[in-house]
């Protein structure tokens, strides 16, 4: 079987427009989570969110192509020129003519559609603006990603909703074994904080909306005081690359990407399965694939969203795959810190666990100050504080409404 690595990264999170920021913040324990700013929140029940911050398109792109972008599509652009830049393959045509691009997007450009639908009304329905539909199609995102660096390869939108960074990682990972494809830039882009959006999560009961006066608190993964997500938005992408075709040109290696494991709950649109078989398959599966036994694991990067349904089954998903070995994993939510950046949200917990290998350093899930083990939240979650400690295997789990579940699994290159 081909292996296939990790040789570049980018990323513009809530903690900041670069690799290096945003883990940075990750170890300091910083809270990407304020008031937010994109719309007057008077009227909401829902006052904030994890906000990107300070990014200016023009950075990355000329200010022609950035107005023709939705701002999902311009994170994923500047991602992905910060992971180009990082691999070294930047400028070399020859193989970025066969580069590929795989991109989950859970929603797309919403802010756009609101916007626009904004437009339709008050003009009676004559006028909508005229970048309407190629900013707010999922598409766009890889679409621009290809068009922005001459990218040749095959160009593709996973959509699984949460799980969508996780599942284009996965099948980017399947497509490089398979000898399709060297070398592929694969993650998630997601910008949906916008009145239409944050009024349509809460009216699912699904986000935070009682720490107004201190949103750094919000979300508390595990916690007995936890009363929902916090959305986020952002995008990560991976540079995906053949083992022997890394060598060969002296890339710098991060890790190996070892295994993907994908399942549905067919339960419920919205909820997941209490019982948690179905995620915990996706679990087995991807350490299975991986080559891994349960107790060869060392950190797992939790979904972790801050819902009790989430937390309680997720531990259950974990105890079912782990079996014994789960009292002794090290797992921690860094969406305590991020918010949940729904597609983006698979890409960037891969980054966290290419980072926790690279740096032997388990993240801590901040605000977890009371652990709710009468709601079945009984393992180490890594509270508040992280750990100095080498980390040879790392596993990232998503799980997406309609009941998709996707799990990734990373391995030290030694």
């Known amino acids: 079987m081909r292996r296939v690595v990790v040789t ?11 690799v290096e920021e945003t883990w940075a913040g990750v170890k300091a324990g910083k809270c990407g989570i304020a008031t937010t700013t994109k719309y007057d929140v008077g009227p909401f029940k829902v006052k ?15 200010s022609a192509s950035a107005r023709k972008m939705a701002p999902f599509t311009q994170f994923a652009v500047a991602a992905a020129k910060q992971a180009l830049d990082d691999s070294g393959l930047m400028g070399k045509q020859d193989i970025l003519d066969d580069t590929a691009v795989y991109l989950g997007v859970g929603i797309g450009g919403l802010d756009v559609t609101e916007a626009s639908m904004k437009s339709y009304i008050s003009s009676e329905m004559t006028r909508v ?12 995102a890889a679409a621009n990603v290809s068009l922005q660096f001459g990218l040749h390869g095959a160009t593709h939108t996973v959509a699984t909703a949460c799980a969508s960074g996780t599942d284009a990682i996965g099948n980017a990972l399947d497509v490089i074994r398979s000898g399709r494809y060297d070398v592929i830039l694969a993650g998630g882009a997601e910008s949906t904080i916008c009145g239409f959006g944050t009024l349509s999560f809460t ?4 986000l935070s909306s009682k720490w107004a006066d201190d949103p750094t608190k919000a979300c508390r993964p595990f916690d007995k005081d936890r009363d929902g997500f916090i959305m986020g938005e952002g995008a990560t992408i991976l540079v995906l690359e053949e083992y022997e075709h890394a060598k060969a040109r002296g890339a710098k290696i991060y890790c190996e990407l070892a295994g993907y494991g994908s399942s549905s709950d067919a339960y419920h649109l919205t909820a997941p399965n209490p019982d948690g078989i179905c995620g915990a398959k996706a679990m087995t599966m991807a350490m299975k694939d991986a080559g891994v036994e349960p107790k060869d694991v060392t950190y797992y990067n939790a979904h972790g969203t801050s819902t009790s349904k989430n937390d309680s089954g997720e531990t259950k998903m974990l105890h079912i795959a782990f079996g014994d070995a789960a009292k002794d994993l090290h797992i921690s939510s860094t969406k305590s810190m991020t918010g949940h950046c729904l597609g983006n949200a698979g890409s960037l917990e891969a980054l966290m666990c290419v980072k926790a290998i690279q740096d032997s350093y388990i993240p801590a899930t901040i605000n977890l100050d009371n652990p709710d083990v009468e709601g079945g939240c009984d393992l180490n979650y890594t509270p508040n504080k992280g750990i100095e400690m080498p980390v040879n295997v790392a596993m990232s789990g998503n799980f997406g409404f309609g009941g998709h579940n996707g799990i990734v699994v990373f391995k030290k290159v030694n």
């Open 203 to 206: 009216v699912l009961h699904a």
């Open 8 to 18: 570049g990264l980018g990323c513009v999170s809530p903690l900041g427009n670069s």
């Open 129 to 140: 603006p005229p970048m309407t539909i190629p900013e707010l199609i999922p598409n766009e």
């Open 48 to 62: 904030y969110s994890a906000e990107v911050k300070n990014f200016k398109a023009e950075d990355y792109m000329d």
